[in-house]
């Protein structure tokens, strides 16, 4: 079992920025991936950030410029940098480790997800 632990969401103003953070500790499995997720209120779960256990990154693409993903070099630990915040950004962000099963297997874990919310 994997246990994924998030950090740093709170009350940001528009154009401000926030860092969060997402530990990942027990049983680790070879890591495939760790990232992110957001959810807003009346809206579909929406995929933000992913960076790979080579280090490969990938996001959505309406948040590139904006949202940098990067990793500890224990690779245990994700941050996601969200710089010029909007209010559409407003959302929980969850967090989730994907880890090897076997060689053909993955399974992932998820947080329980932290609140942004961008405001005035």
């Known amino acids: 079992q994997v246990h994924l632990v998030e950090s740093g969401g709170g009350l940001v103003q528009p154009g401000g920025s926030l860092s969060l953070s997402c530990a990942a500790s027990?049983?680790?499995?070879?890591?495939?991936?760790m990232g992110w997720y957001r959810r807003s209120p009346g809206k579909e779960r929406e995929f933000v950030a992913q960076?790979?256990?080579?280090?490969?990154?990938n996001y959505t693409d309406s948040l590139k410029g904006r949202f940098i993903i990067s990793r500890d070099n224990a690779g245990n630990t994700v941050n996601l940098q969200m710089n010029t915040l909007k209010p559409e950004d407003t959302a929980v962000y969850y967090c989730?480790?994907?880890?090897?099963?076997?060689?053909?297997?993955?399974?992932?874990?998820w947080g329980q997800g932290t609140q942004v919310t961008v405001s005035s």
């Open positions: 989730y480790y994907r880890g090897w099963v076997d060689f053909s297997h993955w399974t992932e874990y």
């Open positions: 027990g049983s680790i499995l070879d890591m495939v991936a």
């Open positions: 960076i790979t256990n080579s280090g490969n990154t």
